[in-house]
């Protein structure tokens, strides 16, 4: 559901065409939980697969947002919402699991339904660790795989692979609170719930500390 698989080609810029209509549809539905991790943010703040830029509408002014967005036709619509915005910022091409930062460089990372779909997600969780600022932090609004065993569970494991295909990369089972968790961060705190989505419904949201 995220947009770090894509990297050029007629598949990327389809779903650079798609994207749109399906964020401002999640953004819809997850408003709150946006609105209550990213409203206090300050600092540096590197997105990670920020796709249209949804998310620049939640955050504070006065911080400087550095979108890290491995699909090139979503370049220009980053640039105008950031202008439109009024941030400061600078929009990368890149992959997550070799985020082009030094390390200790931002205060915040995000990434929101973006684990999904990285290729390597522990390769990318390392790599927020490393560009975070000591006692920074990493906040993460993500579907996840619903519980092993149960109906939804089943599902999203047969339907994985056409999913993975239609939604460049996006995996409905990932486990990726427990990733999270097994990263290295100091501490983290989640909360679960879900969303009115085929297959996606289970979420979690929240915070990971780096020491």
């Known amino acids: 559901m995220g947009s770090m698989g894509a990297k050029g080609g007629l598949r990327a810029r389809f779903f650079a065409a798609l994207l749109p209509t399906l964020s401002q549809g999640h953004a819809h539905v997850s408003e709150p939980w946006r ?8 600092g ?24 890290l967005e491995p699909n090139p036709y979503f370049h220009p619509h980053l640039r105008r919402a950031l202008s439109l915005r009024g941030l400061s910022g600078d929009v990368l091409l890149g992959q997550a699991e070799a985020i082009p930062l030094p390390e200790g460089s931002v205060e915040a990372v995000v990434a929101t339904l973006v684990l999904c779909s990285v290729e390597d997600p522990r ?10 600022k000591p006692e920074g932090r990493f906040v993460f609004l993500e579907h996840v795989a619903a519980p092993r065993g149960s109906g939804p569970r089943w599902a999203q494991d047969l339907l994985c692979p056409l999913w993975a ?47």
Request: proline share 7%; hydrophobic share 50%.
């Open 35 to 42: 609105r209550r991790l990213l409203g206090d943010l300050a």
């Open 44 to 67: 540096t703040v590197l997105e990670i697969g920020p796709g249209t830029g949804v998310n620049l509408a939640y955050l504070p002014d006065g911080v400087y947002w550095i979108g």
């Open 165 to 211: 295909f239609l939604g460049d990369g996006c995996h409905p089972n990932r486990e990726t609170l427990a990733l999270i968790r097994e990263a290295g961060f100091a501490r983290v705190e989640a909360a679960s719930f879900a969303l009115p989505l085929p297959l996606v419904a289970p979420h979690v949201a929240g915070v990971a500390w780096k020491e």
């Open 123 to 132: 390769r990318a969780l390392a790599e927020i660790l490393r560009v975070l």
